[in-house]
């Protein structure tokens, strides 16, 4: 009894429905969660550069909360912990309307934005000092030397680790499986145990994780190029 | 393209590897002189660990234990994550299943069931505040069950207008229930009574199954030499009244399931 490898058996009908929705459902986690960490992780940048110590040590605990507990367990705490501490008709609109979507997204971008202002750190640190120091003496003001002098270079030299960043949010969308947010990962289990055609179902999956992955680092490779800046 | 050809190549070597051990089954057993049983070890109480010993104990292990002791050799068991029970088989990693398995028509076409020794009555639990008390109430609510379940297939197929959401493990999806997110949990009737009993939120088990589930060793497809001997033990067991004390043990009169056996070890018919 050898092994039929059959693509097609997975690729069809309500197999291939599964497929798309659960694409799309990872596409849209991605995002909603990618416009968080940003949003969230140039606030946290903005919020350290202020110089009060108490709120340099709350972003400095921020980063270390979410480097270092695991992103399934920040998952669990999430969906089964912080809706438990809110009263119950906001628990219940919750659960009405798609919770865990919503609480899978936050849980994905506020971990992703703890190294998204990581980087953009790193990248304002890379530029000497002194640039900032010759924009004030020419007169300059603090928003003015940032905003036209350090910003526009640190930026730059933050955009790969970014897309780094968006890969690896893309690939940890997976991870809302466990909580029965129906994403590509969650639709392949779904078919593999409706079909048993362990191969394929994964085969599918990881080539369309795989099409997708590329594309960010086509996106990335493309970007580096062009935001280059010619130095002598 | 690369990608499916190795993929594909995997494929034909795993096959390969399955294709030599079904030479005979029964006859290569007999010579590693051991019987590897897959079981669950998280369900109880057919397979789970003995608080005090550790072990892997329960009905679905007995059971086991009774294959091999009629084959004459030590028996191993592995423990197995329910969606891979049957791949685990059919990649020739374990000799027999003994995990909770419910007969399927989707399940009959990978592996062969032996005579039913267990029969599973599937039920759905929910919170007694959300009104919800028969199996009509359930149509176009959330209903949860373990991810790769018959249970889950059941509810798709006999309450097509619910929503399903499934969870890795019991606990995930009980935690579902309690929180308000699903609005009932479909599973083994064992499983939703002891949970409902440990519950601090209020819950009850619609009385009406869902659905009758007969369990069957799950073995690999053309062994028959090797099915024949195990269906020959079942029967034995049954005739004999070894699997009345054996389920009396783990599931009668002073468990905290109480149940008696009204089922017959017989092949399973879809």
Redesign the interface.
Same mark, same amino acid.
């Given at each position: 009894?050898?092994?039929v490898?059959d693509?097609g058996s997975v690729l069809n009908g309500k197999y291939l429905d599964w497929f798309l929705i659960g694409l799309a459902t990872t596409l849209a986690l991605t995002m909603a969660a990618w416009c968080l960490a940003m949003a969230m992780g140039i606030i946290l940048t903005l919020v350290r550069m202020i110089p009060f110590p108490p709120l340099g040590w709350f972003v400095a605990l921020y980063v270390e909360y979410h480097r270092n507990v695991p992103l399934l367990v920040q998952i669990f705490v999430w969906y089964?912990g912080v809706? +438990?501490l809110l009263p119950r008709p906001a628990?219940?609109w919750i659960?009405a309307h798609h919770?865990?979507f919503l609480l899978a997204a936050i849980a994905l971008g506020l971990a992703a934005a703890a190294y998204v202002a990581e980087d953009i750190r790193s990248g304002i640190r890379s530029i000497p000092k002194a640039q900032y120091e010759s924009a004030r003496s020419i007169g300059f003001g603090y928003l003015g030397a940032m905003g036209y002098v350090v910003l526009p270079q640190a930026l730059r030299i933050a955009v790969p680790p970014l897309i780094n960043q968006t890969l690896l949010l893309f690939k940890n969308t997976s991870l809302a499986m466990?909580?029965?947010v129906g994403e590509l990962t969650?639709r392949t289990?779904?078919v593999? +145990?409706?079909?048993?055609k362990?191969?394929e179902a994964f085969?599918v999956a990881?080539?369309i994780y795989?099409a997708i992955s590329f594309g960010i680092m086509a996106l990335g490779s493309w970007s580096g190029h062009r935001l280059k800046l010619e130095t002598r | 393209m690369k990608l499916f050809s190795v993929l594909g190549l995997t494929a034909v070597l795993a096959s390969g590897l399955s294709g030599t051990a079904q030479a005979d089954q029964l006859a290569d057993i007999k010579a590693r002189g051991k019987l590897i049983c897959g079981t669950l070890g998280t369900a109880e109480p057919f397979s789970f660990q003995h608080p005090q010993t550790r072990q892997i104990v329960g009905y679905d292990v007995d059971i086991c234990q009774k294959v091999a002791d009629a084959l004459g050799v030590a028996l191993e068991l592995k423990g197995i994550a329910v969606e891979a029970r049957i791949p685990e088989l059919l990649q020739g990693r374990v000799d027999i299943l003994a995990a909770n398995l419910g007969y399927t028509p989707e399940r009959a076409q990978q592996i062969d069931f032996s005579h039913s020794y267990f029969v599973s009555q599937q039920k759905l639990l929910t919170t007694k505040d959300s009104g919800i008390t028969t199996l009509e109430g359930l149509a176009g609510k959330k209903v949860t069950a373990i991810k790769g379940s018959s249970s889950e297939q059941g509810v798709r197929r006999l309450i097509p207008t619910a929503e399903t959401v499934t969870f890795q493990d019991t606990s995930s999806a009980f935690l579902a229930l309690a929180q308000d997110k699903v609005d009932a949990f479909c599973g083994s009737e064992l499983i939703l009574v002891k949970l409902a009993k440990q519950s601090k939120v209020p819950m009850l088990v619609i009385e009406k199954s869902l659905f009758v589930e007969p369990w069957g060793l799950g073995l690999r497809k053309g062994e028959a030499a090797f099915k024949d001997q195990v269906n020959g033990v079942l029967g034995k067991l049954a005739s004999s009244g070894e699997l009345d004390t054996i389920f009396g043990k783990w599931l009668g009169e002073g468990t905290a399931f109480n149940i008696k056996r009204d089922y017959k070890v017989e092949e399973i018919k879809s």
């Open positions: 009894m050898g092994y490898f693509l089964f809706p +438990s628990r219940q659960n919770g865990e466990a909580i029965g969650y289990r779904e593999e +145990s409706y079909t048993f362990t191969f085969a990881t080539a795989l | -």
